[in-house]
């Protein structure tokens, strides 16, 4: 059967293959997914988007986000998603921000991904009740995490294009952080574990126009900048796969629960270990002492980055070939948008 899908990205953010955020790959990898199917795939996403179907172009808004651009901006997904309704036989909406709910078609089959920490969203919006509406997690613990009367339908862990990482560069000795540059994410503290350890870190990722994470790397990450520890910006696919190949490890000091972690992933996927916080979803992805360390606290990632050098790149590589690949994340997702589409009461 074939199916015309409408993903619905985060306003807020680029969706591609070079997209930042773990959210926006996973619409980026579902998109192509349905176009190389023959379904057509319909994304409803920034203009800045690298899009494999039909591109509805957004605008992406100056400044910062904002209550009032939040405001304007879901105002203009609503008319869209509407007018894409109207004009094609949409079997499914697919959507994928934390503001999904500001912009929640009334009826129709409607699945939400919920990619981020269930006590960031709304509560009043996980609890919606309506036919044909549904909502995913993406990893055990996430799910986990939910409120009893939260209905979910069976989360669907996320994956990467393993094949498309491979890379031949050689290691060089520094540390890498990668990912947003915000408080959460601890970017400070992987300065800190670099400084105790004496190596090199480089620091790859965005700093969104967000006024807390704007301040937060005008005073915790850039007055500690240096020969020892630079910022290299937003990397693209091709320089990202370089980095995460050289680097002796990946520091992802989390303060969050995390839901997944495409980085640590990828970074498996190059062959690179992985040193993360023991948070959320990270001891589903990380396996201590053969993929990489968990950790409790900045001293313990500092003593463990100079064992990095004697983990297995073949089994990091190996690991994520079995346990993370796209092709299962997207054989499963098109697998529930037929049943979404086809019955409206499709239950967990």
Known sequence: MSLTVLNVAYPFAA??????????????????????????????????????????RMPMGTGSIDEDLKSRTWALYRAAI??????????????????????????????????LPLSWYPQNALRARRPGF??????????????????????????????????????????????????????????????????????AGTVFPYDAHERYFKTKIEPRLGPRCRYVGALDFSR??????????????SLAEETSSLVAMEAMACGTP??????????????????GFLVEDVEKMAEAIPFAGGIDPHLCRSE???????????KKYLERYRKLAGHATFAA
């Open 320 to 330: 994520a070939r079995a346990c993370f690949p796209m092709q299962a994340m997207c």
């Open 134 to 203: 549904w909502m995913n997690c993406v990893s055990k613990s996430q799910e986990s995490s939910a409120p009893a009367d939260v209905r979910l339908l069976p989360p669907i862990v996320n994956g990467i294009d393993v094949d498309a990482l491979a890379s031949r560069h050689a290691k060089r000795n520094f540390a890498l952080f990668l990912g947003r540059i915000c408080p959460e994410k601890g970017v400070d503290l992987a300065i800190e574990a670099a400084r105790i350890a004496d190596i090199a870190l480089l620091i």
């Open 82 to 115: 509407e007018e894409v309704r109207r004009r094609f036989a949409v079997d499914l909406v697919h959507l994928h921000g934390i503001d999904f709910h500001s912009y929640c078609p009334c009826d129709g089959a409607t699945l939400a991904t919920l990619h």
């Open 274 to 291: 992985v040193i993360a916080f023991r948070r959320g979803a990270l001891p589903e992805i990380v396996s201590h002492g053969r993929t």
């Open 15 to 56: 969706v591609g293959p070079n997209a930042v955020g773990g959210a926006e790959q996973v619409l980026s990898a579902l998109d192509t997914a349905l176009a190389k199917s023959g379904h057509c795939s319909i994304v409803v996403a920034r203009e800045d988007s690298s899009i494999a179907g039909i591109h509805w």
């Open 240 to 253: 990202k796969r370089r980095f995460l190949t050289s680097a002796v490890c990946l520091l992802l000091p």
